[in-house]
Every structure is written in structure tokens, then in C-alpha cells.
């Protein structure tokens, strides 16, 4: 098999407690086609000594003041000549095997644009592994009647941006992330991404975001209100009426954990109204070779 070329871009900015663990999770990953860039907006703690520890490894990195955080990961891009793409903020790390994994199916399925986890996993401010929480899967449908923007009790959980891949192509016609949203900047490129491809999830942890006191993504009101004006956007496109909101809190429900080991002892039968497409490996499959199905939730 001949690995596709991936493309990872960094944004950094005055992380450099956790950026050398984000650099060393993607190169001890041992990917044989991997093209990493750091985009630093101008750091003033130890990151820029850091970076340049690692330079040899890095297709390329820059460390001058910019206009934020998706200006940085669109300027890490203009760089990159992979197959396919990513970013991983510079707090985050990847899970062991990830981009072969990832390398693997977009080498398999040539008719996969994008794909992220099914298992979304958190770290602490220490790099340990804290939580994973299992989707069921990801449609088109639920994204746009707005179980993807969640609130307690209100959706299904959000699309882990540092789990998410895409081909080249897919960034192509969309044109970057809008620099125009603070934090949902990734919420409306998977809303754009949808609106060409279907996303296709991985019963594999990718990656895992890490939780500390300075992250950017803490500003949950502001992410939810920018996420609800790319979500109308995306529903004009598609003339697609407002979510229902009693339908979007059964639908939450139905995916709480207590809810769901209550239904499989006994045996509820739900109805089901979304379906997914999910790559997992075949169980007898003795290569353990990935395959395609798909689910009902």
C-alpha cells in the first residue's frame, strides 16, 4: 500500500507547557508520508525554543504575530501538499496509531472525504487519559437539525475537531476555515464540509482533547451562538426547517449512558431516525481489515 501524504498544521500561541507533548504525539507516530507544520502567532514563553528543538522534523514553521488562532491553522495550509489534512491545537495530542490508521482508510476508501473518531477521548492538564465518550455516529440529518451544538440533555455531543481528517480536495472546495468565528470556526467548516460529503466515523480513537484552565474553547456560550448562525446559514442552504426542540432533548437522552444500559438490558426497541455511516474492523475477519457499515441511532 503506498501511504497517502498527511498534512498536520499547529497553531500555537504561548502553550509551551504542553506543546512539546502535541509535537511528540504526532512524530512518535511513525508515519512513513507525514508533512508537520507549526504556524506560531509570536509566542513570548519558551514555544519558539521548543519549535526550533524540533525543526528538523518540520516541513515547515514560522513564529511571527498574526490575527488569531484560524488565520494561523489557514496559513499553515497554504503550505501543505498532503493528501490529506488535519490540525491538532497545540494542547491536544494523538493517540498511538492514529495516522496510520487514518493513512489506511483513505488509501481503502477512496470514496471517504472525511471521517473523525467514534471514540472521543479527554486528557487532564497532565496528558492522562480521563474520559472517552462513544457516538453512535454522525448524519447529515442530526448535524442539521442541530444534535451536533450541545447542551445537556439537548444532542448528541460535538464533532472532536483534533479527531477530524479530510482530503485535500474536501478543503479545496470549501476554501479554509472563516476567520470570521472565534471559537466555531470548526463547527462551520464540518457544516460546510456536509454540505459536499458525508462524514464517515472511525471506531478507533484518534485523538483526545486535553482540559486545563486556559482553554479556548471555555467560552461555551459564544461557541454555541456562533455554531447556531453557521447552522442557520447551513439550513438556508439546504431549506431545512428548524430543529425540533423535544425531538433534539430525545434524541440526547436516548444517547446518556444510563438511558442506554437501561435500553440494552432490556431490550427497548427505540425508534431510530438518523443512519451513519461507521468504519470499524471485522470482527472475523483474521487480517483485521477495516470495513464499511451502516448504523441506525
Request: net charge positive; aromatic share 16%.
Amino acid at each position: 500500500m503506498q501511504w497517502p501524504k498527511i498534512s498536520i498544521v499547529t497553531p500555537s500561541f504561548n502553550q509551551g507547557r504542553y506543546l512539546e507533548a502535541t509535537i511528540d504525539s504526532v512524530l512518535s507516530q511513525g508515519y512513513p508520508n507525514l508533512e508537520y507544520i507549526i504556524i506560531d502567532g509570536g509566542s513570548t514563553d519558551n514555544s519558539l525554543e521548543i519549535i526550533k528543538k524540533y525543526a528538523a522534523y518540520l516541513h515547515f514553521w514560522s513564529s511571527k504575530p498574526d490575527e488569531g488562532h484560524y488565520f494561523a491553522v489557514n496559513k499553515g495550509f497554504t503550505k501543505a501538499g498532503g493528501d490529506v489534512f488535519a490540525w491538532l491545537n497545540s494542547d491536544d495530542m494523538y493517540c498511538r496509531d492514529a495516522l496510520k490508521t487514518v493513512g489506511t482508510i483513505f488509501a481503502d476508501f477512496p470514496d471517504v472525504a472525511w471521517l473523525t473518531t467514534l471514540r472521543q477521548t479527554v486528557f487532564n492538564s497532565r496528558g492522562q487519559r480521563i474520559s472517552t465518550k462513544q457516538m453512535p455516529g454522525f448524519s447529515r440529518q442530526a448535524f442539521l437539525d442541530g444534535l451536533y451544538v450541545t447542551k445537556p440533555f439537548s444532542g448528541l455531543g460535538f464533532i472532536q475537531q483534533e479527531s477530524t481528517f479530510w482530503r485535500h480536495e474536501l478543503w479545496e472546495k470549501v476554501g479554509g476555515v472563516r476567520t470570521a468565528f472565534s471559537l466555531a470556526g470548526d463547527f462551520d467548516l464540518w457544516a460546510r464540509f456536509f454540505s459536499h460529503a458525508d462524514l464517515y466515523g472511525v471506531d478507533h480513537p484518534l485523538a483526545g482533547f486535553r482540559v486545563h484552565e486556559n482553554n479556548r474553547s471555555r467560552g461555551t456560550d459564544t461557541y454555541i451562538r456562533e455554531a447556531g448562525q453557521s447552522l442557520e446559514e447551513m439550513r438556508h442552504r439546504f431549506n431545512w426547517p428548524r430543529g425540533n426542540g423535544i425531538a433534539s432533548f430525545w434524541q440526547g437522552l436516548k444517547q446518556a449512558p444510563p438511558i442506554r444500559r437501561l435500553s440494552n438490558a432490556f431490550h427497548i426497541p427505540w425508534k431510530n431516525k438518523y443512519s451513519a455511516a461507521v468504519i470499524s474492523k471485522a470482527e472475523t475477519n483474521m487480517e483485521g481489515r477495516w470495513q464499511i457499515k451502516t448504523v441506525y441511532f
